[in-house]
């Protein structure tokens, strides 16, 4: 499917919110700092699989999407207070934040890895239990209010977590020095990795997938308020379709060279 491109001005300039919106349009709220998930320009324009996701969505629907730019660990709150309709940021189905809202059903799901300097002793461990114990008072980035910093807290206690807003943030500090690995999904790293910045650095070889640890997630969802049932029949079936037909699975090889789309159960 074509790319489509949402401005967050002409939404800003429309004045509408989720609580008023009308039928024929889905507001959603996103990063806009994560790619290649979530991109967005100065001007608010989101591009990226999220907005491929969005858009598909929205096609299924027969409604209007219109992106809203928020921080990532102001989404939820922001989906509360009824900012927009949805959250689609590559946001991790969570126990605890099924707490605050509901999700679809999961839709895609990519593993999460480290990055370290070529020279790390980090680099050459090929099994998880033998990382987690090296990275103990290591100096280690994640971006705020991910999963990957509440596996951290978790399963490391012993390591000096750093955490970042945005990721572009986390890769300043790690190209500088400043920290020693970062965690993230594996499409974060490898954007990392494609810098001048990153050339210096490689991926630690242990791939960490959701069914390690609970604090991980059930792979990623649509956010919405947990009062709006109908809303998640009505994406729920329109996901499971756009899988089956692989809609999704084209829409994620574009952007991570790969098929990361979850069948629905």
């Not at 998930?37 to 608010?44: N, P």
């Not at 029949?233 to 789309?261: P, Q, Y």
Request: charged share 25%.
């Amino acid at each position: 499917m074509k790319l489509m491109v949402f401005s967050l001005l002409a939404f800003l300039a429309a004045g509408v919110s989720s609580s008023v919106a009308s039928e024929g349009e889905l507001s959603i709220g996103t990063e806009g700092a994560y790619p290649p998930w979530s991109m967005a320009d100065a001007a608010g324009n989101v591009t990226g699989f999220d907005a491929d996701v969005g858009a598909l969505l929205c096609a299924k629907l027969d409604k209007k999407c219109h992106f809203v730019v928020q921080a990532f660990d102001g989404l939820i709150p922001a989906l509360k207070a009824k900012r927009f309709d949805v959250i689609i940021s590559g946001m991790s189905i969570t126990a605890d934040r099924k707490k605050e809202i509901n999700f679809s059903v999961g839709y895609a799901e990519l593993a999460n890895m480290f990055v370290a300097p070529k020279d790390s002793d980090l680099v050459g461990i090929k099994d998880i239990d033998t990382l987690l114990k090296t990275l103990d008072g290591k100096k280690v980035g994640v971006q705020s209010g991910t999963t990957h910093a509440h596996f951290l807290e978790k399963r490391v206690p012993g390591a000096d977590l750093r955490t970042y807003d945005t990721l572009d943030q986390m890769q300043i500090d790690l190209a500088t020095g400043r920290i020693d690995t970062a965690f993230a999904d594996l499409s974060a790293l490898q954007d990392f990795l494609a810098k001048p910045d990153g050339q210096n650095f490689q991926l630690v070889d242990v791939k960490i997938q959701s069914t390690f640890d609970p604090s991980l997630g059930e792979g990623i969802g649509v956010g919405i308020a947990q009062d709006n049932t109908a809303l998640k029949a009505d994406i729920d079936k329109a996901l499971c379709e756009l899988v089956a037909d692989g809609s999704i699975g084209k829409a994620s090889e574009k952007w991570f060279k790969m098929d990361i789309s979850l069948p629905c159960h």
